[in-house]
């Protein structure tokens, strides 16, 4: 709860910046007409997210990628920016598989990853505002869930929280594209990968030895303009 509470802390901060900013840039055009330092603004989406060694392939765990982002405008073009995201990552499969343990039937498998995170990027501009940029994101693990479904039903089911955790921190490189849709509006996807693994110790039939998170987001986000 200590977490959750920080995190929520420092996106009230992020919001109230925007706030007390939209007032004296509502009346601006962008920075290509009247230069500011600091832009910001809330952004709201979803991830598809997958788990690169868990024996399982696609994006089929959608999760929550919510917050507040600020600009800084560098140069022409250029800005950098900072985000305050609470997201949700992990993987999901309903598919019947044979484990790598002889004689055991894997039928479902949810991993539920839920983590504050700050992204940074180095961002270009084109002259219609649509901007790409490019960074790395860190993230602190809030909690996780992990359960599976196995046949016989006699087997036992590791205790993963406890026995296999997963590391309590993701680096990630990060790339996103955002798409001028009107005004303040832009449409966002972003692709994620983990720099380090996070997970190392994984539970025997259940995956490789190590774990790296695959995330594609698709987001929302509206600058105070």
């Known amino acids: ?17 925007c706030a007390f900013t939209h007032k004296s840039i509502a009346q601006s055009s962008y920075y290509e007409e009247d230069p500011r330092t600091f832009y910001a603004g809330p952004v709201l989406g979803a991830n ?75 961002n270009y ?27 016989p039903s006699t087997v036992v089911v590791p205790n993963f929280e406890v026995d296999y955790p997963v590391k309590k921190m993701d680096i990630n490189f990060v790339m996103t594209g955002n798409l001028h849709l009107y005004k303040g509006l832009f449409l966002g996807i972003r692709f994620q990968y983990s720099v380090i693994p996070i997970r190392t110790n994984v539970a025997p039939g259940y995956g490789r030895t190590q774990q790296f998170s695959n995330v594609f ?7 105070f303009i």
């Open 125 to 151: 501009f084109d002259k219609r505002k649509s901007h790409f940029g490019a960074g790395l994101s860190y993230s602190q693990l809030v909690s996780t869930r992990e359960t599976a479904t196995v046949q």
């Open 217 to 223: 987001s698709l987001r929302l986000m509206y600058l």
């Open 48 to 122: 598809f997210t997958q788990v690169d060694g868990d024996n399982y392939a696609g994006y089929h765990k959608v999760g929550l990628n919510a917050g507040g982002i600020v600009y800084a405008h560098l140069a022409d073009k250029i800005a950098a920016s900072i985000e305050i995201l609470y997201v949700q990552k992990g993987a999901r499969s309903n598919i019947v598989k044979e484990s790598a343990i002889k004689g055991i039937i894997l039928t479902k498998y949810l991993l539920n990853l839920n983590y504050a995170e700050v992204p940074i990027q180095l």
């Open 1 to 17: 709860m200590a977490k959750i509470r920080k995190f929520a802390a420092l996106l009230v901060m992020t919001l109230i910046t």
